[in-house]
């Protein structure tokens, strides 16, 4: 792909200097996190479908501190950063894909249905495009009841071709609701590269004339310039009550699944993008805005570091300290008890 | 006594729920303005505002998301579909949403959603508007599913279906609309899910059915009676989940012989998991093997002699009460 032009830094950093300190380590939370997930997964600790975000981090950390604690968050199953910028434990993310009964949905969601209710995050969903209409109707709900609440909502680029989708974004602008729709464009749907699944690749174009919905593109590798389209997006969103609608372009390192390996990846994309894109890093981008601000040391930096991995580490040991959840889970939660 | 239409007893039913709470509003193609599909909503713009009667597009997806969603933030709406037909396009997020989350989330989140509108078969609709497709949603864990036969039953299942915190499947019958029938004058009489209603007790036969074939079985019990002497207790399920199986088993128990009868198809349809149930729990108290009454396998067909034998009529009821009691 490499349609994005490495962008020059801004000479002053744009935020406070320890807002910037927290999201450099937020985004070093989710890494360190995922990595040794898929290892994990080999192992047979983990099961089902396991889909990373790394190379995504940016988008996560540049937009989810930016909202408030009544906010809402829905995703698709490419869920984990999203859950971790929100706060959600990840001592219960961990414990979640180890199906235990500590796990965020007690062992019953696995990887891609990661809830915490406490924290407004609604799930992730395993059916592409298939979370956009339920946003649309916490969307709805905000405003019914007069709220000044944003719902966002995760989706890839693969959904923009799901019905579903188009009937919610027509929805969304008709009824004006406030939600956030993010598009994380990382340039694939599993092996089918944009191109080869859109007719029209201006997803800006299609949601903003099709639907009349305020969009906007964004590189979705640089923190800074996400955050800046979030906070304009929010404000527009709260003073109108009216959607936004965000393309990330990013890129995802790992394969589309813990199935989708090294060697079946070259069915679609070569090393050599892969490296490319790894060269415009989200982590390092916004660790060299840092640097360059002198806001982050090399010593900070292997504190951070440090502590990212005491924290992966921590998650492991609990879920694998957890135990499985009890037999009589398997008939409760079907109906909510009234 | 309060006497009034199916429609009409369930107009009441959301009114009386829309007053009381809030947080129930009603949403679907045509509600407001147009006044309803079917008038079940007319007036219902005028009282409530169309903040809460709300016309939606043809997008029946985007409308069971809506509902879902404003459900999982503490809403309780009501979906009409226009036809339980268009509610074929929206059966993911049915499926794999709004029937799910509760359990996909632990617990920790619940939709409180009605699905509701006309379901069922007549008027030379055809086949893509006249079919009956309960057992589909029966089949999936997380939705409950409700289908009324009489004004009263439809009044007092709706108020008790928006104040469930769980997904209902709400399935009316187009032909029952227009049925006139007494209901009970307390505002607050709700039905609770899961008790059938034995619309008509008898000796020799258990007839078990729901919504608009009820009604056919009762009016067929009624003349099986007269013609035959042959006493027939006809049950309304009025839920189908949950189930009233005790309801179902004590009946077979006293008469030892069984017709279920439905208007949706034979194959896999609901009759099969109710002749199921009772092989299970009563087979030795049976005296015949269970006769099932249905639609034929085929697409409903528009001519009218065609229509008329692909849904179930009194005289296949009574067919199937005179082989069950041996009489042919
Ligand atoms: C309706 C549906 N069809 C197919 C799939 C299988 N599937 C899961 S993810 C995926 C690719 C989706 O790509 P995209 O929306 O770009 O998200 P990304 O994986 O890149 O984050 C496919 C085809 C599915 N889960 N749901
Ligand atoms: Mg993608």
């Known amino acids: 792909m490499g349609k994005l032009a490495v962008r020059e830094s801004s000479d002053s950093f744009p935020f406070d200097a320890q807002e910037g300190l927290s999201l450099y380590r937020l985004m070093r939370i989710i890494r360190r996190c995922e990595e040794p997930l ?13 889909h990373l975000y790394i190379g995504q981090e940016a988008v996560a950390a540049g937009l989810i501190p930016l909202l408030r604690a009544d906010d809402y968050i829905l995703s698709a199953y490419r869920d984990h950063g999203h859950a971790i910028a929100r706060g959600v434990d990840p001592k219960r993310i961990v414990a979640e894909l180890y199906g235990r009964v500590t796990g965020c949905s007690r062992g019953k969601g696995g990887s891609m249905h990661i809830y915490d209710a406490d924290r407004n995050f609604l799930g992730g969903y395993g059916i592409v495009g298939g979370v956009v209409p339920l946003a649309v109707g916490v969307g709805f709900a905000i405003k019914y009841r007069g709220g000044d609440q944003v719902c966002v909502c995760f989706f890839g680029d693969g959904a923009m071709n799901q019905g579903a989708v188009h009937e919610a974004l027509n929805m969304a602008s008709l009824f004006k609701v406030p939600c956030l729709f993010v598009l994380e464009n990382n340039g694939y749907a599993m092996g089918t590269a944009v191109e080869r699944h859109s007719a029209v690749t201006d997803f800006i174009q299609r949601v903003s004339y099709g639907y009349g919905i305020a969009s906007e593109r964004v590189d979705g590798m640089d923190l800074v310039e996400v955050r800046e389209v979030v906070e304009r997006a929010i404000a527009y969103i709260r003073k109108r009550t009216a959607p936004y609608f965000i393309e990330a372009e990013c890129y995802r390192y790992a394969g589309h699944g813990f199935s989708d390996t090294a060697q079946q990846q070259k069915t679609y994309r070569s090393d050599e993008e892969i490296e490319r894109w790894k060269r415009r890093d989200p982590i390092e981008i916004f660790g060299q805005r840092l640097r360059d601000a002198g806001i982050l040391t090399s010593s900070d930096e292997e504190e951070i570091d440090a502590e990212a991995r005491r924290i992966a580490d921590e998650a492991i040991g609990y879920a694998e300290n957890s135990p499985e959840p009890p037999m009589d889970e398997l008939y409760e939660g079907v109906f909510s008890e009234e | ?22 947080n129930v509003f009603i949403c679907g193609e045509e509600v407001g303005q ?31 998301g809506l509902v879902t969603g404003a459900a999982m933030a503490g809403l309780r709406p009501i979906a009409e579909m226009m036809t339980f037909s268009f509610a074929l396009v929206a059966m993911d997020q049915i499926v794999n949403h709004t029937a799910k989350i509760s359990y996909m989330s632990g617990g920790q989140v619940k939709v409180p959603v009605v699905i509701r509108g006309p379901a069922g078969t007549g008027n030379q609709l055809s086949a893509q508007h006249s079919q009956s497709l309960e057992s589909w949603y029966s089949h999936i864990p997380g939705l409950k599913v409700v289908m009324p036969a009489t004004p009263n039953d439809a009044r007092g299942l709706l108020k008790s279906a928006i104040r469930d915190d769980n997904p209902v499947i709400f399935m009316e019958h187009a032909g029952l609309y227009g049925m006139r029938g007494d209901l009970n004058e307390d505002p607050e009489y709700l039905i609770p899910f899961g008790q059938a209603h034995i619309m008509l007790e008898g000796t020799d036969v258990t007839i078990v059915s729901y919504s608009h074939m009820v009604n056919t079985c009762y009016r067929a019990a009624e003349q099986i009676s007269r013609e035959q002497n042959i006493s027939c207790e006809v049950i309304d399920l ?36 109710l002749a199921s149930r009772i092989y299970e729990l009563a087979f030795d108290d049976l005296d015949s093997p269970i006769e099932r009454v249905a639609g034929p396998d085929v697409p409903m067909p528009y001519a009218k002699n065609l229509e008329r034998a692909a849904i179930p009529h009194d005289s296949d009821v009574i067919a199937a009460v005179k082989r069950v009691v041996n009489l042919v």
Do not use: C, W
């Open chain 1, 38 to 50: 898929n290892r994990i997964y080999r192992e047979g600790k983990i099961g089902g479908y396991l």
């Open chain 2, 1 to 22: 006594m309060l006497t009034m239409k199916y429609g009409e007893a369930l107009r009441l039913a959301m009114t009386e729920e829309m007053e009381r709470d809030p």
């Open chain 2, 34 to 64: 147009y006044q309803g599909t079917f008038r079940v909503t007319q007036g219902m713009l005028e009282r409530f505002g169309s903040s809460r009667v709300v016309d939606t597009p043809i997008s029946e997806a985007a409308i069971v």
């Open chain 2, 238 to 273: 009025r839920t189908l989940v949950p189930l009233d199986v005790d309801t179902i088993i004590k009946s077979v128990r006293k008469t030892h012989r069984v017709v279920v009868a439905h208007e949706e198809a034979i194959n896999v349809g609901f009759g099969a998991e």
